[in-house]
């Protein structure tokens, strides 16, 4: 397999994908362009509701392991703003977390799957998961037998960041956090403020919650240094009605997110603490609630580390980096679904363009192209080595 040979295709198609996004659920032109794209190859499609493939070839089916590897379809609610000549053509939506590249790799190595068929030593399975952005996809694709009939063997995921150039890094142990979305209200009573003594301002109250979840974030590490990496911060305010009416009811809603379980549940309930402080001092009545239960962290299998590490040495290199727990990244990913049913791996490659080093979800968010025949590479000799 020479990877130098598809490079033009698939720069290509990640062109096509990151001009055409879509957001969560709603991936039906990019299903339905991965679809034809696989079965010419001779892939047989199982869709799952309502636009998510599982694919594989017939021909590997009798192979003695299965491994399964996952692509994300779904895109962001964001204009871009990159410029590029490829930029999206749908207004307020934007492949700004790197799934264009996922999709455009995850294709080209199923190409080469299928151009090696007769030798190729594994099963493969290829998930094209709809709606991971939200945190739905997983759950829908699990429900279709992802990693079923046979159990699979292994599972793989990737990404790719705006870090360094042409890299490559894996997590030892721990390769997620827990993360959660909370949402809290503030309920007070109304009144005109020319009878301030009738109401109970809301907004006033809401501010303290605000304080109190920052102080919370800058100190708990301080009071319990072994806290390991966490945040928890408030993303949006609604409240009021009108300038001259107290207000009578605010809406927050924010985010915890931590490295360790332990440290997530301790901030959730000094949090409550906080808030049942807020309410004595105001008299208001406030509640905390999750709408969706919390992402869970999930942790990389040893011995599919050791493989990546050699592999990721050999393709990258010095640019391959072996992380621990302190270059955790605060996010989660509902694939810690898929980690609870079998040993998994996620790998990270780098590609960051210096100078234009925009973070993840980014409205100007870009990706050095390079990377994209070296990632194939390395997941090709993953695989293969498994």
Request: hydrophobic content about 40%.
């Amino acid at each position: 397999m020479n990877i130098q040979n598809y490079t033009e295709e698939l720069i290509n198609l990640r062109h096509h994908f990151h001009q055409h996004p879509e957001l969560a659920l709603h991936e039906v032109e990019t299903s339905a362009y991965i679809r034809r794209y696989l079965e010419k190859l001779g892939y047989v499609i199982k869709p799952v509701e309502p636009t998510g493939l599982i694919a594989e070839l017939p021909s590997l089916i009798d192979r003695e392991k299965l491994i399964v590897l996952r692509a994300e379809m779904d895109a962001l609610p964001i204009k871009e703003q990159t410029g590029l000549s490829y930029a999206s053509v749908n207004q307020g939506c934007m492949h700004a977390c790197g799934h264009d590249c996922i999709l455009a790799s995850a294709l080209i190595l199923a190409k080469i799957v299928a151009e090696e068929q007769e030798n190729f030593p594994v099963r493969l399975r290829f998930l094209f998961e709809p709606a991971e952005e939200i945190g739905e996809g997983a759950k829908r694709m699990l429900q279709a037998g992802a990693l079923e009939n046979p159990k699979a063997d292994a599972f793989l995921m990737f990404h790719y960041a705006a870090d360094m150039t042409l890299g490559m890094a894996v997590h030892q142990g721990q390769a997620s956090s827990m993360i959660n979305s909370m949402q809290i209200h503030v309920h007070g009573k109304s009144s005109h403020w020319c009878e301030v003594d009738k109401g109970i301002d809301a907004i006033y109250a809401a501010s303290q919650v605000v304080n109190a979840i920052h102080d919370l974030s800058e100190n708990f590490g301080k009071q319990h240094p072994n806290a390991g990496k966490y945040i928890i911060g408030t993303g949006t305010i609604h409240g009021g009605e009108y300038t001259n009416i107290i207000a009578d009811h605010v809406v927050l809603n924010g985010n915890i997110r931590a490295v360790h379980e332990k440290t997530y549940m301790a901030l959730e309930q000094e949090l409550e603490k906080c808030l049942k402080k807020i309410e004595q001092q105001t008299g208001t009545q406030i509640c905390m609630e999750f709408p969706k239960d919390p992402v869970y962290a999930f942790a990389n299998d040893d011995e599919l580390v050791e493989t990546a590490k050699a592999v990721g040495e050999e393709v990258f290199g010095d640019k391959f980096v072996l992380e621990g727990e302190d270059e955790l990244f605060l996010s989660g990913d509902n694939a810690y679904r898929y980690f609870k049913e079998t040993r998994g791996l996620f790998s990270v490659f780098l590609a960051g363009i210096p100078g234009q080093e925009h973070p993840l979800h980014h409205p100007k968010f870009q990706l050095d192209e390079r990377i994209l025949p070296y990632s194939v590479e390395a997941l090709y000799k993953i695989i293969t080595r498994l």
